[in-house]
């Protein structure tokens, strides 16, 4: 390569190396240091040392918060990988009309969330909605409050968020399913193996790449939701939807101390980063490469 194509390709590279100092890698260095002050987002920085920290652990809104997230991370990530590798499956037998039906259930996840909030809270209504109504028919005296329930409102933002998700799972997994050599799904015919035993014993080990990858994206984008909490429940009803990315965002712009919301950041960081690390040193036992 010539010292010309060389400054060329460097020059390719410039805009996007600059968006990424600018927009995400000084930020991250800034919010890191602002962690360690007091600042309102006008004054002078207050160097406070690690006391943004400890106040975490005394912090009641924070507490739920955090344990709101992980709840949802328990609920949505299971369910929605076992259902976009269900789907997946069903989507690979090679049944043409079902090329329809792949974009009607990848559809959601590009669909814009307030067009999917604004359905899902009709669906969802306590008193008109389809669901309740269905439920009132079958029996059902008091049926859930759904969003505006402090016992139902998670779960049905569990749902909206699964329904919304699985499209993009299962656009991966139908990517690693392509992927499988045939020869071996044709030996397994010949020694008689039935579909089960092909599920279990080709389709999974040969997945688990792509099953590590999901669930660690899953758990990741788990713990970043925000847009649909903050258009469907913004938290409420209570703090009962009030997730962790919500709290910083309430912290650092309605109540406008940026060091504290910080400190919160760089807590999910370090939650997250646990959480990878822990994967990535089980994956060893389980992912065939």
Same mark, same amino acid.
């Given at each position: ?16 190396? @600059?968006?990424?100092? /600018? ?15 007091? #600042? ?17 652990l005394q912090d009641d809104n924070f507490i ?6 992980? !709840?949802?991370? @328990? ?15 069903? $989507?690979?037998?090679?049944?043409? #009309?079902? %090329? ?7 559809? =959601? ?20 909605? =389809?669901?309740?109504? !269905? ?8 049926? =859930?409050?759904?969003? /505006?329930?402090?016992? #139902? ?30 020869? $071996? ?9 039935? !579909?089960?035993? %092909? ?7 040969? $997945?688990?790449?792509? !099953?590590?990858?999901?669930?660690i994206m899953g758990v990741i984008n788990s ?20 997730? @962790? ?8 712009? %309605? ?24 994967q990535f040193r089980a994956q060893k036992k #389980?992912?065939?490469?």
């Amino acid at each position: 390569m010539t010292q010309r194509n060389r400054i060329n390709g460097y020059m390719f590279l410039l805009p996007n190396i @600059l968006g990424f100092l /600018a927009f995400i890698l000084i930020p991250v260095f800034f919010s890191f240091g602002m962690s360690f002050v007091e #600042w309102n987002g006008f004054g002078a920085f207050k160097f406070i040392g690690f006391d943004n920290y400890t106040k975490l652990l005394q912090d009641d809104n924070f507490i739920i918060s955090f344990r709101n997230s992980i !709840i949802f991370m @328990l609920i949505t990530v299971p369910i929605t990988l076992f259902l976009a590798l269900i789907v997946s499956v069903w $989507l690979n037998s090679g049944i043409k #009309w079902l %090329k329809l039906f792949r974009t009607a259930v990848f559809l =959601p996840y590009v669909t814009s969330t307030i067009a999917v909030a604004v359905v899902w809270q009709l669906i969802f209504n306590p008193t008109k909605g =389809p669901v309740n109504t !269905i439920l009132m028919n079958l029996g059902m005296d008091n049926p =859930p409050g759904w969003f /505006a329930s402090t016992s #139902w409102a998670l779960i049905a933002v569990s749902i909206v968020y699964i329904w919304n998700h699985i499209g993009y799972y299962m656009v991966l997994y139908l990517a690693g399913l392509q992927g499988i050599p045939d020869h $071996l799904y044709e030996a397994a015919d010949l020694d008689g193996a039935g !579909i089960i035993h %092909k599920f279990f014993h080709i389709t999974l080990p040969s $997945l688990s790449p792509v !099953i590590f990858f999901t669930v660690i994206m899953g758990v990741i984008n788990s713990f970043k939701v925000f847009d649909m909490i903050y258009v469907l429940t913004q938290g409420g009803p209570g703090r009962s939807t009030q997730v @962790l990315v919500y709290t910083i965002y309430n912290t650092a712009f %309605k109540q406008f101390d940026f060091g504290y919301a910080s400190a919160m950041a760089y807590v999910l960081f370090l939650v997250i980063l646990v959480i990878t690390f822990i994967q990535f040193r089980a994956q060893k036992k #389980w992912v065939n490469y």
